[in-house]
């Protein structure tokens, strides 16, 4: 079996699910359970004796280690983290704990069990590091994309939280010869996206008739990847990674964020136009309100993914037009899962992050 940690999150949901259709090899999912952990993305899991969900926190190394001797997984993928930057900013501290503190107590717990395995065991293990392309820091406009030799310069409190962590993995490697994968991916989206991040809040906001706040003068560039693509890659990563390196994922795909947005408030116009909510305008795009920048605003991000490409042969099946239907189309089949997001501490982010921004 293998364990993962904050698997009940965004990403590391996706993953668990996709993971449990394709292998019979079963999944313990340790998650702290935080304002984006969320059970109701594991649902259909829930009579399922190949998922074992844990709540427990990454930090805590006596429960982990715990797991690893009770459990003995062949495998570690290490999802959880604090991973909002907006968040970051206005309080940097949990990223700290979770992202830096939190990964050391995992790797030692993950040093020690490996340290008891047998050679062949210990061979075949992997700690697959789930990080992002943002340790890299912002590029100018006509810069190359990202590679994996690119230099670490993070500029939020979230993506230098990630880089630490990214090199204390590395660090175990180097010391310890602990088989470690990284992997740097670029901005996801797909279904059970917490909606404090761009993509699920503008779909959210423009379905409740509520402003689409762009920052700044919304020409910052990410590079979008569906979220089942980055689930394969990891997959791919994890079966053929050679150990100690690191590989970029991407999809290939930059765009500005007022792109986004507009593609967003298309595609609504024509799978569920604002008249069918009772909304009093024909296309959602006026909602699109400017707001007050984000600080330090990083202004573009882009992945170079030849690496996994040629060594691993792993490349993204979904296109941006075809993720952003299916991303759109899972929000308006899922309004009650939307529902239960949108709770009060959900309204009180909400508050704290737009009402100062004019
Ligand atoms: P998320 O915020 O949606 O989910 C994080 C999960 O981790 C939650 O379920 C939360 O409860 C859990 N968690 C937080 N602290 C924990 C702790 N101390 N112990 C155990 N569980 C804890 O994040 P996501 O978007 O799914 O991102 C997953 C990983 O992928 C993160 O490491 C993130 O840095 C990385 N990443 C994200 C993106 C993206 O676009 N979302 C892109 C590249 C990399
Ligand atoms: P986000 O989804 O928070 O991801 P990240 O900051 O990790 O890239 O934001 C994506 C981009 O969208 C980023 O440039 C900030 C911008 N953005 C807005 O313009 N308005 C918003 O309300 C949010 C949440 C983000």
């Known amino acids: 079996m293998i364990l993962t940690t904050g698997s009940a999150g965004f990403i590391g949901s996706n993953f668990v ?9 079963a999944v313990i999912n340790l998650d702290k359970l935080t304002y984006a952990g969320n059970l109701d993305n594991l649902a259909t899991l829930k009579s399922n004796p190949n998922h074992i969900f844990v709540h427990g926190d990454i930090g805590d190394a006596a429960l982990t280690a715990k797991l690893l001797t009770q459990y003995r997984p062949r495998a570690v993928v290490n999802f959880a983290a604090e991973s909002h930057v907006d968040r970051s900013i206005h309080g940097p501290e949990d990223f700290i704990q979770t992202n830096i503190v939190g990964t050391f107590h995992l790797l030692e717990a993950v040093r020690a069990y490996w ?4 050679n062949t065991e210990k061979a075949a293990f992997r700690f697959l590091h789930v990080s992002t392309d943002e340790v890299y820091g912002s590029l100018d406009r006509d810069e190359p994309a990202f590679t994996e030799t690119r230099r670490y310069e993070p500029n939020s409190p979230y993506s230098a939280s990630k880089a630490a962590s990214d090199h204390l993995v590395r660090a175990y490697h180097h010391t310890y010869g602990l ?8 901005n996801n989206y797909g279904p059970y996206h917490f909606p404090e991040k761009l993509i699920p809040l503008m779909i959210v906001n423009a379905l409740a008739g509520k402003n689409l706040p762009v920052y700044g003068d919304g020409q910052q560039i990410r590079d979008w990847l569906y979220v089942k693509d980055h689930c394969s890659a990891i997959r791919c990563v994890l079966q053929n990674g050679k150990p100690g390196e690191v590989y970029n994922i991407g999809g290939w795909n930059e765009k500005a964020n007022l792109d986004i947005v507009h593609i967003v408030c298309d595609i609504l116009d024509e799978l569920s136009p604002p008249a069918t909510h009772h909304l009093p305008f024909s296309t959602y795009r006026s909602l699109i309100t400017f707001v007050t920048d984000r600080p330090g605003h990083d202004r573009r991000y882009a992945i170079d993914a030849r ?4 060594e691993l042969g792993w490349k993204p099946a979904e296109t941006f ?6 991303t759109a189309q899972w929000y308006l089949d899922n309004q009650a899962w939307v529902n239960n997001v949108l709770s ?3 309204r009180q982010w909400v508050e704290k992050n737009y009402t100062e921004r004019t």
């Open 17 to 25: 699910l996709d993971w449990l259709t394709q292998s019979d090899e």
């Open 115 to 118: 340290s008891g395995l047998t």
């Open 179 to 186: 088989p470690v994968l990284t992997t740097n991916c670029s």
């Open 307 to 310: 690496k996994i490409e040629r």
């Open 321 to 326: 037009e075809t993720g952003i239907r299916k």
């Open 344 to 346: 009060g501490s959900y």
